[in-house]
């Protein structure tokens, strides 16, 4: 009993271990890859400097980051102004504690489930955690005492509570159909068919909810460079701004996951094996996402305010009564 | 008075206004190279073109030729005259060399100002250039006549404004050349002016050669200290060295000019030698810890010896602020008053004369432009102040009479009468004079005194020859509607300026109108007498070192080694002293001497106020931060590489702040403190000296304001009765040493420019034909002249301009005549030898 | 129905912007590859300052403090002086470089061609005092865009020879003489 | 004692400091840290008794959504902390009513028998709270939903009336 538990513990270890190394890996090279992709978008080549095409480049900007000097400004509350990237790269790390990448495998006569956690209410758990991240933004842009930072800040916290709920309303279809906010029953549940062809509308406002979240192009008001300087990070500078850094692009990861979970079938597919499919499945969201932000310009923050209020949420209200009419028909 | 109309503006002036003077009344500046308002109009350039529309004149006429009549109508911007400007800048271009990068004027050249404005960007006119070999005139001026356009205005400032002869003009028409007949060192005094005043870059500044751009400077307006006028000047200093002077506009003080002294004496400021560092001994130490080492110094001895051991010299060049600052210093300490007079003598003159100078008898350099009858007394303006030997000149262009009584070889730039007597003959000499001018009845009409004054003074003069030069005088005197009488004080004697005074107060109740000018011997001699109470001199001062009252000696901007008349006798007293403790930016001999030394700022480096010989207080703005040039740091070479946040050499602080912080550590409990706010320093002069309460302290640049002791507190008339005859009591047996100024190599100050000690003189010995003749020595010979303490050798100038029974001998800074054990010094005849 | 309209033209308009990107992607870079291909600049691109010789060798500078005047950055320092001979030159001549801004306006203000701007851009380094040039590390052995030009010799003062003896000079006047 | 109530007094612990210092706190901006970390850890008690959703909705609703409001509010008005330091009597209060409290808390925890008997934890799964609620709760959910429902079309009201005032611009 008690070997079990170890066991099952060392074995937690390793798996967290595996996944923390590869994510930050993966998330290192793709600041590389999008670099390189707006690069060629733009007929440039991109980083082409550090290593052969540049793949060194992750590890330059790394020993970039930890070896700059990490200031921190003048009149800025201390305590809050460390803490808030922390919070940022935090979030975003546990979210990927519940996302399953694969069916399970079996090693030594052991079922291990390619799920860090398969919780059961898993989809409230990234709804939470999303939600908490929030104060990295918030609190990171009020603390620096930079007006820049501080609008940066009050235009994330209110971007990300107003698409919190579209993104939320978004899913309760899909909950419908799978009938569990445990993330691996909602992969089961596609394992016929994929919900982006049952739910498209969800699929729509989910995407577009969760880049407004994540705050990329073509919603990245909180940072607007040309008009907030870097927004709530203008003043972060050093591994502190890496925090934010590897925050967003691990985000970008998460949200291709999630993609992938929610309306893709997750690693179900035909032929290859199911951890290739989810990989290739994530690729193509992130692909999207940076093809985006090669292709949008930023929207205008009023326009933002009447998207999310005025049209994300009175649609995903209504696909979510239509959905519930149909789920009842039907059974 | 003429009423005319100037673009569209209309302005009344005097009979006699040019056009161009009446424009730029209004502030419309018309184009002009050979007008000067101090020269006058002469027509020669011809780019003040004006175009008359209505009155008595009519169409394009020069302005500077054409007097402002009624009713005239004028345009300076009529495109007829505009045209006409241009072509004529066109002409003077034409043989005009391309050399603006190597020329010193370039960024300051009306020439260059007045071609670009009038667009003429690219020469027409592609035949040959007129060329001419340049001069050497000498240190101060490098001679380029390449560039000359004609203006003229060089000769008439040198020949008829200055009154010299060996500048001038040359060939005729076309070739006319601005020059000297052969290569030489100009002989006037005040040939810097010639720089100032070309239109263009014919002259220029030779020491400041290749220093720097106008635009580069740091310039401030600031004040001459070379002598006791106090003339108006601009500073120009850049990478920490003062580069350039040049004259400032004043309407009362200088006009538009200034003497080579005052141009070319600042060099002290950027001295090699000049101490930067604050020293104990011969160890270089910070600021702070010289004062600190100082305060404990001088509380041991206050402990020791009481209060009175310590005594304090000022000076009478440094400025009002350094001597009010002494003063309030060692009142607050219980010391004695500080003294700023080397011989008792020297003090009470300087105190008479600053007692009897009030409002309406003291004038200015303007006013004595405009004088009838100048009459100098004991003075030598050429040498002791030139710029008033230049306003006696504009006197004498007015057709004044100018009479000097002086022993001295006295030289002036125009016609006048000299009246050579001893020192002690001057008081009778000038009662005599005016005496003769002045009839009984106006003493009478001024009360007791002056009358008995009237009838002391001799009837006539009892030397033949120069009573009978004196009859013509006495009558022109007579004559005048505006005398002025001027007084030295450095060779009369105790009583001759209130002699003056009073000669000058029968002088206006019998012309109706009269002036009286001092001259005195340092920048601010007359702030110094106002300021002290005492009549304490160095003399008392070493008296009591050598009796051991006194135990510490503090100097302030002060060299008594260079003034005092014995210097074995002072180095001994110094030798005695506990505490020798100085303050200076000069290497003086008492510098190098000093146990504790601070270095001060000059002039150039602190706001400061000066009170010239007519009361008039005065401003100067501090032209740049201190600190050893940068030439002198990289040695010629580039300026280090370094990064630092202080100055080098930039410890300096005005004296008087030295002495508020060193007062600040010595002083108990209990006494006040000084802050370093100079405006708190004024208000402090304000209420001890209520003359200086109307001084306008908080302007950046104040104008200047008069003090004057109050009139009717001093009891006038107080040389009545105590006239000598004079001119008879004469012993033949011995001769009496004068020894006075020369232009350059006796100012203290500008003894230590490189370029005045360029063009100083041997120092000589002078004597009249009569004595040398009785002594058998001739002219040009060596002679060893015995003193106290010792011989002097010179070379024997015989002149027959100067008093008999008298030699003179300048205080020469290459002389070192400072073996006299007391004035006067009388030289038995025998002893001159060969 | 307008909404319609609106939404189908607005989705169209993403879709197209899609396209565009996507097809741009496809495309070969037109970035040159800087140190491996140098492209050859233009004799009159501006960069590093150089301090020229005129024909005979001297150096043309005079020091006239043009340069810095109208340098808006002042970059340019220097202290002019007199050679024995009399010839103005710059005892010392200071560009600071992490200053300057390649404007080349001091090459325009400067009357004997002395500064001129050279297309070398090569310059950075990271210590910023050697980016501050001397007279020393200015100074080329050749007149740079204009060999030929000899201030001196259109001057008008006695430098590279006598009064009178220079371009479109008379002879000096004769003070001796009156005749014309 | 477990695992289980190590983590729960621990949790506890937290969540009585965090509010404390949440009260204390001068600063605002703090304040609101400290009173996010409260509901952070409340939400993982009701995890640990069994309500996964609940805690999930906790930290949703309070932490995600309330909190943020509150700070938007005090990041726009950029409310100062007071520097005085209140006065003792200021206090008194609250520090009276916390020991009464504190000492009802006591007599409850040791005194009253209920407090002894073991509480089983049922895992409440969020269709069990769904059906529980909505089968018998409906009409208390309906009518706060209905409130809910005023309260909205209200702000809605309000706001219009404001932005029409103003100028012409179509947002």
Redesign the interface.
């Known amino acids: 009993m008690l070997l079990e538990w170890i066991l099952g513990f060392v074995f937690l270890i390793v798996k967290l271990t595996i996944v923390l190394i590869i994510l930050l890996t993966v998330a290192a090279y793709l600041v590389w890859v999008e670099r390189k992709l707006l690069g060629r978008i733009q007929a440039r080549y991109g980083p082409n400097r550090a290593g052969e095409f540049g793949l060194l480049q992750p590890l330059a900007d790394l020993v970039k980051l930890i070896t700059k000097e990490d200031t921190v400004p003048q009149e800025a509350n201390k305590g809050i102004f460390l803490l808030a990237p922390g919070v940022v790269g935090l979030m975003a790390l546990l979210i990927f504690a519940v996302v399953p990448f694969g069916s399970g495998v079996t090693l030594w006569g052991r079922s291990i489930p390619l799920v860090i956690t398969d919780l059961n209410v898993g989809l409230l758990f990234i709804l939470a955690l999303s939600s908490i991240s929030v104060y990295g933004i918030a609190l990171g842009g009020w603390a620096s005492n930079s007006k820049y930072s501080l609008l940066g800040g009050i235009r994330g916290a209110a971007q990300m509570i107003s698409y919190e709920v579209p993104m939320g309303l978004s899913l309760v279809p899909v909950v419908m159909l799978a009938r569990s906010f445990s993330l691996v029953e909602i992969t089961n549940a596609q394992s016929a068919r994929p919900f982006i062809f049952v739910q498209p509308v969800s699929f729509i406002l989910f995407l577009i909810a969760a880049l407004a979240e994540i705050k990329r192009i073509p919603f990245d008001l909180p940072e607007a460079e040309n008009e907030l300087g870097a927004g709530y990070h203008t003043e972060y500078s050093g591994m502190r701004f890496g925090l934010f850094f590897l925050g967003e692009y691990i985000t970008m990861i998460i949200l291709g996951s999630l993609i992938a979970v929610f309306f893709l079938g997750g690693w179900h597919g035909p032929l290859l094996p199911p951890i290739i499919w989810f990989l290739l499945k994530v690729g193509i969201i992130v692909f999207t996402l940076i093809w985006f932000r090669a292709t949008f310009p930023r929207i205008r923050y009023d326009q933002l305010m009447n998207t999310g209020w005025k049209v994300l949420i009175p649609i995903a209200l209504l696909n979510i009564v239509v959905t519930g009419a149909l789920v009842l028909g039907t059974s | 008075m003429p009423k005319l109309k100037i673009d569209g503006l209309e302005i009344e002036v005097e009979r006699g206004t040019k056009v161009i003077e009446a424009a730029a009344r209004l502030g419309i500046i018309i184009p002009r190279f050979c007008f000067h308002p101090g020269l006058g109009p002469v027509g020669a350039c011809r780019v003040c073109a004006v175009k008359f529309e209505e009155g008595p004149v009519k169409g394009v006429q020069m302005s500077c030729m054409t007097d402002a009549q009624d009713g005239m109508v004028v345009s300076t911007t009529d495109e007829e005259a505009a045209d006409f400007r241009k072509h004529v800048i066109e002409w003077l271009m034409m043989n005009h060399p391309h050399d603006c990068p190597v020329c010193d004027e370039g960024g300051h050249c009306l020439l260059q100002d007045l071609t670009v404005a009038g667009g003429h960007g690219i020469r027409r006119y592609l035949g040959k250039k007129r060329t001419y070999n340049d001069q050497y005139l000498g240190v101060f001026v490098q001679h380029e006549m390449n560039r000359c356009i004609q203006c003229w205005r060089c000769r008439r400032f040198y020949q008829e404004f200055a009154g010299y002869r060996d500048l001038g003009a040359l060939q005729i028409a076309h070739h006319t050349y601005f020059g000297r007949a052969t290569d030489g060192q100009l002989e006037s005094p005040f040939s810097g002016n010639i720089i100032d005043i070309c239109p263009t870059g014919v002259y220029t500044d030779k020491p400041s050669r290749f220093t720097g751009r106008r635009w580069d400077f740091e310039r401030g307006p600031s004040l001459c200290i070379h002598c006791s006028l106090g003339c108006h000047i601009i500073t120009s200093a850049r990478y920490r060295e003062m580069t350039r002077l040049e004259a400032r506009f004043s309407e009362s003080v200088n006009g538009y000019f200034i003497c080579d002294r005052g141009r070319y004496g600042f060099y002290y400021t950027n001295h090699p030698e000049r101490p930067r560092r604050a020293r104990i001994r011969t160890e270089e130490v910070s600021l702070d810890q010289a004062i600190q080492t100082a305060a404990q110094k001088i509380i041991q001895i206050n402990q020791k010896n009481g209060p009175k051991a310590i005594a304090c010299l000022g000076s009478a060049r440094s400025c009002v602020e350094n001597q009010a600052m002494l003063i309030r210093f060692c009142r607050v300490q219980g010391w004695n008053e500080p003294t700023y007079f080397e011989t008792p003598t020297m003090a009470k003159k300087v105190k008479r004369a600053v007692a009897r100078l009030d409002e309406q008898l003291a004038v200015s350099m303007r006013e004595i432009e405009k004088a009838d009858f100048i009459l100098a007394v004991g003075a030598d303006p050429v040498n002791e102040a030139p710029m008033l030997a230049l306003a006696m000149r504009q006197a004498f262009r007015n057709e004044a009479t100018i009479v000097v009584i002086d022993p001295r070889p006295v030289f002036l730039p125009f016609e006048f009468e000299h009246l050579p007597v001893a020192p002690d003959d001057l008081e009778p000499c000038l009662t005599a004079l005016i005496k003769g001018a002045v009839h009984r009845s106006a003493a009478e009409k001024m009360g007791e005194e002056a009358l008995r004054f009237y009838d002391t003074a001799p009837a006539e003069y009892p030397d033949a020859p120069i009573k009978n030069r004196m009859v013509k005088i006495t009558q022109k005197l007579r004559q005048s509607r505006y005398p002025v009488i001027i007084c030295g004080t450095s060779i009369v004697r105790e009583t001759t300026p209130d002699v003056a005074a009073d000669s000058a107060l029968l002088l206006r109740a019998a012309r109706g109108r009269a002036g009286l000018f001092y001259l005195m011997s340092e920048a601010n001699t007359f702030g110094a007498a106002l300021l002290s109470s005492e009549e304490g001199s160095v003399m008392d001062v070493v008296e009591s070192i050598e009796k051991g009252s006194v135990k510490g000696l503090m100097l302030v901007e002060s060299d008594p080694f260079r003034s005092f008349p014995d210097y074995e006798r002072l180095k001994q007293a110094v030798d005695k002293l506990d505490l020798f403790l100085v303050m200076d930016y000069l290497p003086s001999f008492a510098a190098r001497l000093a146990h504790l030394f601070f270095p001060t700022q000059t002039l150039f480096e602190m706001e400061t106020s000066f009170v010239n010989q007519e009361g008039r207080v005065q401003f100067a703005t501090s032209a740049y931060r201190g600190g050893i040039p940068i030439s002198q740091i990289s040695a010629g070479g580039h300026p280090l590489r370094v990064f630092r946040r202080d100055i080098p050499g930039g410890e300096s602080q005005p004296a008087w702040q030295i002495l508020a912080k060193l007062a600040n550590i010595i002083s108990l409990p209990g006494r006040e403190m000084f802050s370093l706010s100079k405006n708190e320093l004024w208000s402090w002069i304000a209420k001890e000296y209520p003359i200086f309460a109307n001084v306008p302290i908080a302007d950046e640049l104040p104008d200047d304001v008069r003090v004057h002791l109050a009139q009717g507190r001093e009891k006038l008339f107080p040389s009545g009765g105590q006239i000598r005859s004079g001119g008879l009591s004469r012993e033949n047996s011995t001769l009496e040493l004068v020894m006075g100024d020369w232009t350059f190599g006796t100012e203290e100050l500008s003894t230590y420019s490189k370029y005045l000690q360029q063009v100083e003189k041997e120092p000589c010995l002078f004597m009249s034909p009569k004595d040398a003749s009785m002594l058998g020595l001739k002219d040009r010979e060596r002679i060893t002249l015995p003193l106290d303490k010792g011989r002097l050798e010179m070379e024997l100038r015989i002149v027959d301009t100067m008093a008999p029974g008298v030699i003179v001998m300048p205080k020469h800074r290459q002389l070192a005549w400072q073996k006299i054990e007391k004035w006067p010094v009388k030289v038995a005849m025998g002893q001159i030898r060969k | 129905m307008g909404t319609i309209k609106n939404l189908a033209e607005g989705i169209t308009a993403l879709l197209k912007g899609l396209a565009t990107t996507l097809k741009i992607l496809s495309r070969k870079p037109v970035t040159e590859q800087y140190p491996e291909y140098r492209r050859p600049l233009p004799a009159r691109s501006r960069a590093v300052i150089v301090l020229t010789r005129d024909p005979d060798g001297e150096e043309r500078c005079v020091a006239c403090y043009l340069c810095s005047a109208v340098c808006p950055v002042s970059c340019i320092s220097m202290q002019s002086a007199e050679r024995e001979d009399g010839r103005r030159y710059p005892r010392w001549f200071r560009i600071n470089f992490a200053r300057c801004i390649y404007c080349g306006l001091c090459e325009e203000a400067c009357p004997t061609l002395a500064i001129q701007l050279t297309p070398n851009f090569e310059t950075s380094g990271r210590d910023i005092l050697k980016l501050v040039y001397e007279k020393e590390d200015l100074l080329v052995n050749h007149g740079g865009k204009n060999n030929e030009y000899n201030f001196y010799k259109r001057a008008g003062v006695a430098m590279v020879g006598d009064k009178g003896t220079q371009i479109n000079e008379d002879k000096p006047v004769d003070l001796k003489s009156n005749l014309p | 004692m477990t695992l289980y109530a190590v983590t729960f007094y621990v949790l506890a612990a937290i969540v009585v400091l965090s509010t404390l210092l949440a009260i204390i706190q001068r600063?605002v901006?703090?304040a609101v840290?400290y009173l996010?970390v409260s509901f952070?850890a409340t939400?993982l008690l009701f995890y640990l008794l069994g309500a996964?959703?609940l805690?999930?909705?906790e930290?949703?609703i309070y932490?995600?959504?309330i909190m943020?409001?509150f700070?938007?509010i005090v990041?726009?008005v950029r409310a100062e902390s007071g520097e005085d330091k209140g006065e003792i009597y200021q206090w008194l209060p609250a520090v009276i009513l916390g020991i009464i409290s504190l000492f009802v808390g006591g007599v409850l925890i040791f005194e009253i028998p209920g407090s002894k008997t073991g509480l089983s934890t049922g895992m409440a799964?969020?269709?069990a709270f769904g059906q529980f609620l909505f089968k018998n709760y409906w009409f208390p959910v309906e009518i706060a939903s209905f409130l809910l429902l005023i309260g909205l079309v209200g702000a809605l009201y309000l706001g219009r009336r404001e932005s029409r005032k103003g100028s012409e611009d179509r947002?």
């Open positions: 600063q901006i703090h840290v996010i952070f939400g996964p959703f805690a999930a909705l930290v949703i932490a995600g959504a943020v409001l700070l938007f990041m726009t799964t969020p269709s947002r």
